[in-house]
């Protein structure tokens, strides 16, 4: 007989959900931008963009500014500076650190399902010690649609042998809560920008931390993850 599906596989996005990696996206495409004359690119700009992968994000800022280079290579560049910054530095979200190595502990199916690449994962992870407990990545760039397309969590249950039913998403960024929803997936949101928090694409969350990672605990996950409601 085939051994019994895990009752729970929780999948985490990267970005602003388990590292504050907004700051190093941010300067990594100021940069890029800067290179093709654009200068007024700030930080509340940037804001727009979290949650959108790379590809989808340079490709409107491309259109926007009116920028001739190929998308390719504006990735290929923003990929370059971003894993310089990563490298240097990425700080881990405590409570999330807490978390995830609690699953961990109790053999809880794990996996990373992000819209950045597979090469900026794997250094992120690698340079802040989570890969000691999330080995099973996916990338934006391995599946047909980023999000709010439901693809990366949909592949990333797959691989993990786990169905979609059973599956907890965590996530910071409207597009990924309407990712979870599209893939029948719980959500646990944790906005990387509080004032998204009435964003319509969270009003489906089955729980929703309004104050972002300021309010978030391990605890309180946990229970949820465990009960399906608030600890």
Not at 43 to 69: K, Q
Not at 76 to 88: C, D, G
Not at 192 to 215: K, N
Not at 218 to 226: C, G, P, V
Request: glycine share 10%; charged share 20%; proline share 6%.
């Amino acid at each position: 007989m085939s051994a019994a599906q895990p009752d729970l596989a929780v999948l985490f996005d990267l970005d602003g959900t388990l590292v504050d990696s907004e700051p190093n996206y941010y300067e990594a495409g100021r940069r890029v931008l800067e290179r093709y004359g654009v200068t007024d690119f700030g930080w509340e700009r940037h804001t727009d963009f979290i949650g959108i992968g790379t590809r989808e994000t340079l490709s409107a800022l491309r259109a926007e500014y009116g920028i001739g280079a190929p998308v390719e290579e504006l990735l290929a560049e923003k990929n370059r500076h971003y894993l310089e910054l990563a490298a240097a530095s990425t700080a881990v979200f405590p409570e999330m650190r807490a978390l995830v190595e609690r699953l961990y502990a109790e053999g809880v199916p794990m996996a990373v399902a992000s819209g950045s690449s597979r090469a900026a994962i794997e250094a992120v992870l690698a340079g802040t010690g989570l890969d000691a407990w999330l080995t099973v990545l996916v990338s934006a760039e391995e599946v047909a649609r980023g999000k709010p397309a439901p693809d990366v969590f949909l592949e990333a249950a797959r691989r993990l042998g786990v169905p979609a039913g059973r599956c907890v998403v965590l996530e910071d960024a409207p597009p990924g809560a309407a990712a979870a929803h599209a893939a029948g997936m719980r959500c646990l949101a944790v906005p990387y920008v509080p004032g998204t928090a009435d964003d319509p694409a969270f009003a489906s969350a089955g729980l929703l931390v309004r104050g972002g990672q300021a309010e978030f605990t391990a605890e309180a996950a946990y229970a949820y993850l465990r009960g399906g409601r608030a600890g």
